[in-house]
């Protein structure tokens, strides 16, 4: 594939082209001047993810990045621009989108942002991508748990969803921490509890 590059293009065009406005900053080390046309450090103290400019137009560039707004929101605890979220929501499917028979977006991609977000913020992640549409386009079979219901003398939670988001959120717990002091939930033990009873809806 052809690439263009242009070793003169002035610094706020390029900071034009990032992604998102708390990472289309720059200083320059001459002036000592921090250079941000976007507002990043304004959306930064105040914890907000937005694409700089259009939403469309930054995710159509490259469509991970609806994942990764997702995955930074989770690691920095960050909210997401109605505007933005909006966008995202309705540009989910188009991840899936191939051209010339090839992925627009990898599986790869799609798993490495999934698991990063899942270890950040477990039970948060899987809300996120569930209120997004991402789990209807990559996990489906996860919401077959949905409505699937529990004998209540043993799940006074409710259905199998509710059960692994109660799961989920005890990893963050004072309980965990009394019962595991010093142990961290690892990712390994996260994707254990979220798949733990995939298999209940079908049997």
């Excluded at 959306?43 to 907000?48: C, G, M």
């Excluded at 490259?62 to 929501?89: C, H, P, V, W």
């Amino acid at each position: 594939f052809a690439i263009k590059t242009n070793p003169r293009l002035p610094i706020e065009e390029d900071l034009s082209r990032r992604d998102f406005t708390i990472n289309a900053m720059a200083y320059n080390l001459a002036t000592e001047e921090l250079i941000d046309k976007h507002n990043g450090w304004k959306d930064l103290e105040n914890k907000i993810i937005q694409t700089v400019g259009s939403p469309k137009q930054r995710f159509s560039e490259d469509y991970s990045r609806i994942l990764r707004a997702i995955r930074f929101s989770l690691q920095l605890g960050f909210n997401i621009k109605e505007k933005t979220m909006r966008e995202i929501k309705r540009m989910m499917p188009s991840i899936s989108n191939e051209i010339n028979g090839k992925r627009i977006v990898p599986y790869e991609v799609i798993s490495e942002e999934f698991l990063k977000s899942l270890k950040a913020n477990p039970k948060g992640a899987i809300r996120t991508w569930d209120e997004t549409g991402a789990i209807a386009e990559y996990l489906p079979e996860l919401l077959t748990m949905k409505q699937c219901i529990q004998p209540e003398n043993w799940h006074t939670e409710g259905d199998v969803w509710q059960h692994a988001m109660l799961a989920l959120e005890k990893l963050n717990s004072e309980e965990f921490k009394k019962e595991f002091p010093g142990q961290e939930p690892d990712l390994e033990l996260i994707i254990s509890i979220l798949f733990h009873d995939i298999g209940k809806p079908y049997t």
